[in-house]
């Protein structure tokens, strides 16, 4: 059988349209190379009839409208991929349908003002798109908030392949409000403009580990530290227990960033952190340094498709008591995976405090407004392993670790329904935990911009808005 009659028509479509630089078929180098890119081994055993790599927003728009045009039989079923980082296979391609690859739309262009410009998050390879229609934590989030807020316009490609421009004063006021955290329910964001901010120093970067005879200290210390009377909105940082198979051993950890330092010294805020005894390990250490090398350290802490991946998170308020809790679960989970190859069972706490929710809260989707000051933890499981075949094994544990937080959470009446998009995994209901008031908004939003829920129904990946609350 020839590659012509494998061929869907509306590949060959896109193939007259763009030409074979930019569509890749099965076979090609271009194919191979785009499978080769992703994050996982799970996103990258999706199969795609073919991939489109588009160069401007024109030819995003051209694309669209080849798919969705009932003259080429369409709508025909479509995944956007930005970094290709998000872990889950169907996240960002398509099986059997078309991948529109957007890593050519990378320029980063500083305006002559100096006031906006593109920018990203903390791990060198995360998609600048997915980071921010999640919301976005980055290092700066206790200073300048959400990336989500840093956006001041996007430009969008609709499903009809209109091109349009999303701001707070423009006329698509509401799409600029959706796209800060509602996911890929409207559209194909091909540029997004921040506003900037002065960062003149240096990043002040230590990752440490602990032996557990020190949890009982590092919990008091991390309870204090996130209080949010006590939070210094220079301090980044997160913190949690590990359990490594290859070593048969437990211990704390603690990912230290600090965003205004006086040099190459310690920075106080951290210093209780610090004075606990430590593990010395072949990543542990403290560097002084710009975002990228701090961004590209992070990137070789988990090697693109060295292992299996995966993440899923909840929220809660970080008391004391709560942190105990989480621990306790922790060490719950452990007879789950002791038979997993190559596990590494890492469950980590991240602040979300005022600081970074409540600012602006009322201009993005993500429903936090009205939290009463109160501190919130992003609660994270973020295991690798070595043995595909044990997935679903190892996926179980997880999701069974996450309800016994969520049910001890509960019990102490510090649960908080949100759940955190970009650490999300595909089984937990992101959108309807922004609230009852924001899925409605989400929902008109949906109905004015993709009246055909092009978005919902024909691009695998993201977070769906519901039908119903």
């Known amino acids: 059988m020839t590659e012509k009659e494998i061929t869907p028509p509306h590949c060959e479509a896109l193939v007259a349209l763009l030409g074979t630089t930019r569509v890749f078929l099965p076979g090609s180098a271009g194919y191979n190379a785009s499978v080769a890119s992703y994050f996982s081994p799970q996103a990258a055993s999706v199969r795609p009839a073919c991939y489109v790599a588009p160069q401007t927003t024109p030819e995003v728009s ?5 798919l969705t045009s009932s003259a080429n039989g369409g709508p025909h079923e479509f995944a956007v991929r930005s970094g290709g980082h998000t872990w889950f296979a169907d996240a960002n391609s398509s099986p059997g349908g078309v991948t529109i690859d957007l890593r050519g739309l990378r320029a980063v262009v500083l305006s002559v003002d100096r006031s906006t410009v593109v920018a990203g998050g903390r791990v060198a390879g995360v998609g600048v798109g997915g980071l921010t229609l999640g919301g976005g934590i980055s290092y700066f989030g206790p200073r300048e908030g959400w990336t989500c807020n840093q956006a001041v316009a996007f430009e969008v490609v609709l499903a009809d392949g209109s091109i349009v421009v999303a701001s707070e004063d423009g006329e698509n006021a509401d799409l600029w409000w959706g796209l800060r955290g509602g996911s890929n329910n409207f559209g194909i964001v091909t540029r997004i403009d921040f506003r900037t901010f002065k960062q003149q120093s240096p990043l002040w970067y230590s990752m440490t580990f602990n032996p557990l005879s020190v949890v009982d200290e590092q919990i008091k210390i991390y309870a204090d530290l996130m209080a949010p009377q006590n939070y210094d ?3 980044s940082y997160l913190t949690g227990w590990a359990y490594a198979a290859t070593h048969g051993l437990s211990v704390t950890l603690n990912q230290l960033v600090y965003t205004q330092p006086n040099g190459n010294a310690t920075p106080d805020y951290f210093k209780p952190v610090l004075d606990l005894p430590a593990i010395t390990t072949g990543i542990s250490g403290t560097v002084v340094g710009n975002m990228s090398t701090l961004a590209t350290k992070s990137a070789t802490m988990q090697a693109p498709q060295a292992a299996q991946y ?7 308020e970080p008391t004391e008591a709560m942190i105990r809790e989480t621990y306790a679960a ?3 989970s452990l007879p789950l995976v002791q038979n997993v190859t190559g596990i590494s069972w890492a469950l980590n706490l991240e602040p979300l405090p005022p600081q970074i929710y409540a600012r602006s809260a009322d201009t993005n989707a993500l429903g936090l407004a009205g939290k009463d000051g109160r501190s919130l933890a992003v609660c994270l499981i973020s295991p690798s392993w070595s043995d595909g075949a044990q997935n679903e094994q190892v996926y179980a544990a997880a999701r069974a670790l996450l309800d016994d937080v969520v049910a001890r959470a509960k019990k102490l009446g510090v649960y908080d329904p949100y759940i955190y998009l970009d650490y999300a995994a595909p089984w937990q209901e992101v959108i ?3 609230g009852a008031e924001s899925v409605k908004r989400l929902q008109e939003l949906r109905k004015r911009v993709d009246p055909n829920h092009v978005f919902t129904k024909k691009v695998p990946g993201g977070f769906k808005i519901p039908d119903d609350v």
């Open 62 to 66: 051209a694309v669209v409208k080849s």
């Open 330 to 332: 922790f060490n719950a």
């Open 432 to 434: 309807p935990s922004y």
């Open 233 to 235: 909105i220079n301090a």
């Open 310 to 316: 995966m993440t899923a998170t909840v929220t809660f």
